[in-house]
């Protein structure tokens, strides 16, 4: 079992930036990808971006590429989503995703996630 637990959510101004941890614990892998997906209410969960094991490797979502960012701390077993230049479409439930990929990222299919997160809510004001 791997357990996932997000924070640094929070209410925002546009514009503004947060940054998100998801520290994992438990039985993880050596080579788990971690993805990061958000949640808006009424809408489909929805992929915002991934990192591999290493670091090495990211893949963003179009919509928030440029402004957001990935990276790891594998000797804290933690991963950070840093988010820039936020806007209000960007409020929504986030949510970290463990996964050991075939490949080194991890999928923008949420199903192909092992374990999840419960989620920190992020709100930006316009």
């Known amino acids: 079992q791997v357990q996932l637990v997000e924070s640094g959510g929070g209410l925002v101004q546009a514009g503004g930036s947060l940054r998100l941890s998801c520290v994992a614990s438990g039985r993880t892998s050596r080579y788990y990808a971690m993805g990061w997906f958000r949640q808006a209410p009424g809408k489909e969960r929805e992929f915002v971006g991934t990192?591999?094991?290493?670091?090495?490797?990211?893949d963003y979502a179009d919509s928030v590429k440029g402004r957001f960012t990935i990276s790891r701390d594998n000797a804290k077993n933690t991963v950070y989503l840093q988010m820039n230049r936020l806007t209000p479409e960007d409020t929504a439930v986030y949510y970290c995703a463990y996964d050991v990929p075939k490949y080194r990222l991890g999928s923008q299919r949420p199903e192909s996630y092992d374990y999840w997160g419960q989620g920190t809510q992020v709100t930006v004001s316009s």
């Open positions: 990192i591999s094991w290493d670091g090495l490797s990211t």
